[in-house]
């Protein structure tokens, strides 16, 4: 097998400059890339810069060499098209069908995945306009990721930036793997993963807290990200990047995370409650400091329980036919707690994991069984958490 034939089509916004670095790495990791940017993008970044790091010729218009029949063959031996930055202009015109330059073209003769990598002011993302062309981009089995929010182009801050481009090569290389026969396949709907750990606070600088890294959320948002989902990803207390294409919600506590993952999941197909939610919190908050005093005992903490979230939604199930996924930690007696916890909190999965002070809490592995309430087991061995997050979505679509 040859290379993979990547696309890169670049629409003309100022991130275009990051999709050099995006290049880089394709061409770096043995991709054969060819750049097709739009006239636009040419005002930023010229046509020298794609040609030297791409190691290929450039064209922008259909009339360039012609007896190559560039508008259809480029598409058509692709493995991947992915367009970074897409702008509102482009989005528009690949989700009406526009074939005025190379890259349109390109877009309706590609048979392979589709990533668009958005890039725009805030207003111009969540005008209607886009928002349903997105929507109906992402219908038709486009992946399209999340804009990353920070820094814009002058002094504006808010949703629309590029995310990263090693966090876009990363889809690219998540959908590349699954073949165009797989990708895509969540696509048109949305999904609310919880990950990491709340945190109780006892006082201004102490808190009850856990293990948990957050690390198999994140993977379960990645795979989803890949496979065409629009993604909410509520997190709790993590170090983690966010990933690129998922809309990040943080939050501190568990009430916090109730009230982030139920707003969420009003209009979400599925929900996968990864995050390791504290059951109880101390019943009172000291605004000051605790300190200690000499000769005196400590005062016995005194908690309360915290809403069980997972078995609230399963009872509520916000949008029909939602599909509510719950993770078990255990430390003994592993299935026989996880069988009696599915059915306690009566969610449609429960995917049971041991963990110990070593095992699975920061790791990049992990194993499991997935549980269903129809005696359905599914082992997952020993590996990356992102193996395990594709057979939960896996399993997710079955239910769907
Ligand atoms: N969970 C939740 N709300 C809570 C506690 C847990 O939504 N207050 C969710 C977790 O996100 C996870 C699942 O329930 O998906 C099981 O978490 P776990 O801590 O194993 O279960 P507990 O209900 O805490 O059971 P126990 O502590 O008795 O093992």
Redesign the pocket.
Known sequence: MGRPQVVLGVSGGIAAYKACELLRRLTESGHDVRVVPTDSALHFVGEATWAALSGNPVSTRVWDAVSEVPHVRIGQHADLVVVAPATADMLAKAAHGLADDLLTNTLLTARCPVVFAPAMHTEMWEHPATQENVATLRRRGAVVIEPAVGRLTGVDTGKGRLPEPGEIFEVCQRVLARGAAAAADLAGRHVVI?AGGTREPLDPVRFLGNRSSGKQGYALARTAVARGARVTLVVANTGLADPAGADVVRVET?QQLHEAVFKAAADADAVV???????FRPARYAAGKIKKKDGEEPAPLELVR??????E?SAARPKPGQVVV?????TDDVLA?GLA?LTR?GCDLLVVNEVGEHKTFGSEQNEAVVLAPDGTRTPVPYGPKEALADVVWDLVLQRW
Do not use: H, Y
């Open positions: 919880s568990a409650m990864a995050a390791a939610v504290a059951d915290n809403p069980d979230i997972l078995a939604l719950g993770f078990a930690a255990e707690n916890k909190k």
